[in-house]
């Protein structure tokens, strides 16, 4: 395992069915699918353009042409999210930031930003807020499995509990600029209005004319 700063995406495949259910209706699943793929792949090409010394996905389920070359791949080991999440930064023996594939609009600045803070002599963890309750980002300087214990995953507290966890275990953490996830129909509308060149802005738009086009056949 190589030492130095590591940047980790955690992901499930866009396949229909798997990944982006709660957008169905209106969407369909291969268009719920279709969206998770454009965010997931402007995800990876961010974190691919932030300087570091390794990059690794956490991968459920199958690759794709969506995935950079410069991922390390490695598959999800745990049940349920909060183990998988403690298994994925035990990849880095080094300071490591982990994001998910639901905030396209994160941007290399933001990473980065990220990554100097994590590295300041008074942080030892940075945590991103997601404006459903949850978070978007997770750092720390040294990986702890035990970052996780405890936290439910997917819930309305989320970051609160995952707050608590990290200063349990004495941890001086940093909070980061707050993002919305895409979990509704309302939040891929608003994060492709936040982030218009994207993938993820095009695949929106895109969508936008299937469902004017169906609503007008109804």
């Known amino acids: 395992m190589k030492q ?11 396949q229909p069915g798997r990944v982006k259910t709660r957008l169905c209706p209106p969407c369909t699943p291969v268009e719920a699918a279709s969206l998770a793929e454009a965010a997931l792949a402007d995800t990876l090409d961010v974190i ?6 390794r ?23 745990g049940v349920g999210l909060a183990e998988r999440l403690a298994n994925a930064i035990l990849h880095s023996e080094g ?26 002599r008074d942080v030892d963890a940075v945590l991103g807020p997601a404006l459903d309750g949850g978070w978007w980002g997770i750092g ?5 499995a035990r970052a996780f214990d405890g936290v439910t995953m997917s819930s ?33 509308f608003v994060v492709a209005d936040l982030a218009p060149r994207t993938r993820f802005a095009r695949a929106v738009t895109e969508l936008e004319a299937r469902l004017t086009q169906r609503a007008g056949r109804a």
């Not at 990059?55 to 690759?63: E, K, Q, R, S």
């Not at 300071?95 to 300041?120: C, H, K, N, W, Y």
Request: proline share 10%; glycine share 4%; charged share 20%.
């Open 4 to 14: 130095g700063v590591t940047l980790i995406v955690i992901a499930k495949s866009p």
């Open 48 to 53: 691919a353009a932030t300087h570091a010394d």
């Open 55 to 77: 990059y690794v996905i956490a991968l459920d389920g199958p690759t794709g042409p969506w995935l950079p070359p410069a991922f390390v791949v490695v598959p999800q080991v």
């Open 95 to 120: 300071p490591v930031f982990l994001v998910g594939m639901d905030s396209p609009q994160i941007d290399t600045a933001l990473v980065a930003t990220a990554l100097e803070t994590l590295m300041r």
């Open 140 to 144: 720390l300087r040294r990986p702890d």
């Open 156 to 188: 309305d507290d989320t970051h609160t509990q995952q707050l608590a966890q990290l200063n349990s275990l004495g941890l001086r953490t940093w909070a980061l600029r707050p993002l919305r996830d895409v979990d509704t129909i309302r939040d891929a």
